[in-house]
């Protein structure tokens, strides 16, 4: 590990101005992916502005309906948070989706979602990598590219987001709040992760300085029987190769609204918009579901290890959709 | 780059000047000479290094000891009152290892485990996420000990060995 400055902040505007003096600084919450990065000396930080307690731990009640999740709150306590596992239980069933127990103790909801990629080649430093070395070359198109993206990749990077807690959050039009030397911006989850592109080092709209204080939820009744399934190589403890956050709202055996994120397909969580629009309306049936999942996965552009994950993200997409309508006919029926 | 911490480690105060660099997990077994938290992996994915840091597990291997200035962790060592904690001794009664290096990890784990299901923390294997009182049934104890692996392979003997306290 490189050698580095420590400082604690004990609030926001001292984190930011902080920061504000360090342009290889960095800011450090639980520490459980940039710790591990800084090890492998694939992050570098000649500082750290440690923040776990400048920001909030708290999740409050906004008076539209909606939670205020503060950057500091740990993934152990959104989980188990009675309203998020009342209101949104796809949040909370995400966050349990991910890493282990002891993980999610330490890790934060700002830290969650700046996480790195888990592809092998980005992890290791003796092999090219264009988001770690921009322009040494992409190692995983002829490599090791199971885990990675079918959606919106480009010739420079394949690579995934690791997040569970995000595919949710993009789902739920959840917003970003963010605080940095020029102030205070909030942005849409679902605009809050880049796609590769040509600059595939970064993985976020977020400048140098800016600061994540809190992830806002607006309320949505559907919420409350939404579902994140996860598709993955081991039962426990491992990334996914396809997950699928997913909320659905029937009137009279027609889709009346619908929430459907993707998780392990992309370069940032999949917000399925087509597949959204393609539902919106159709009568409930596999048929349907099948359609509209097929329109979302036009696009995909796999590579030879990772074809499976076509079907795959098809299959799980459709799985969730139908135990979704399942549940509301078997509502119907009890009325 | 140093900086001056305390630690309180199994009950004891520690006074010790770090390097920034220094994880938890090398505070403890290079610097006081604690050696029960385990390093397995050095990356958090093996949990042989799990410790209780003000309370809840957590993997010292991926904690900076600057940032954790002034907290209360408890180790394996630690656990028992004089006597052998119940896991610890339900370890032994169920021969719940072989080689044993996961173990102190996995007793730790256990104990940070059992408080967060009395709790009511959910997992990925509840069937009813919002359910008020968590059952630890084996499906529950083998998803919320996830994060420690046993390369002997002797989960068939943690498991009950983790149910008798977990369940008495």
Known sequence: MKPFRYERATDVPSAVALLAEQPHGAFLAGGTNLVDLMKLEVATPEALVDVRRATSDRIEELPDGGLRIGAAVTN????ADRTVRRRYPMLSQAVLAGASGQVRNLATTGGNLLQRTRCVYFQDTTTPCNKRDPGSGCSALDGYHRELAILGSSPACVATNPSDMAVALAALDAVVHLQGPLGERVIPLTEFHRLPGAEPERDTVIEHGELITAVDVPPLAMMTRSTYRKVRDRASYAFALVSVAAALEVTDGVVADVRLALGGVAHKPWRAWIAEEALRGARVSTESFQ?????????????????????????VIVHSLGDLAEFHQLGEELR | MEAEI???VDGTRHRLVVDTRTTLLDALRERLRITSPKKGCDHGQCGACTILLDGRRALSCLALAVAYQGSEIVTADGLGDGEPHP????FIEHDAFQCGYCTPGQIVSAVGMIREAAEGWPSAAGKDQDAAEVVLDDEEIRERMAGNLCRCGAYANIVPAIAEVARP
Request: without cysteine.
């Open chain 1, 76 to 79: 152990s306590e959104l989980a």
């Open chain 1, 291 to 315: 359609a509209a999942a097929d329109a979302e996965l036009a696009a995909a552009r796999p590579l030879p290890g990772n074809a499976f994950k076509v079907p795959l993200a098809r299959n």
């Open chain 2, 6 to 8: 305390t630690l309180w």
């Open chain 2, 87 to 90: 896991l610890q001794r339900a």
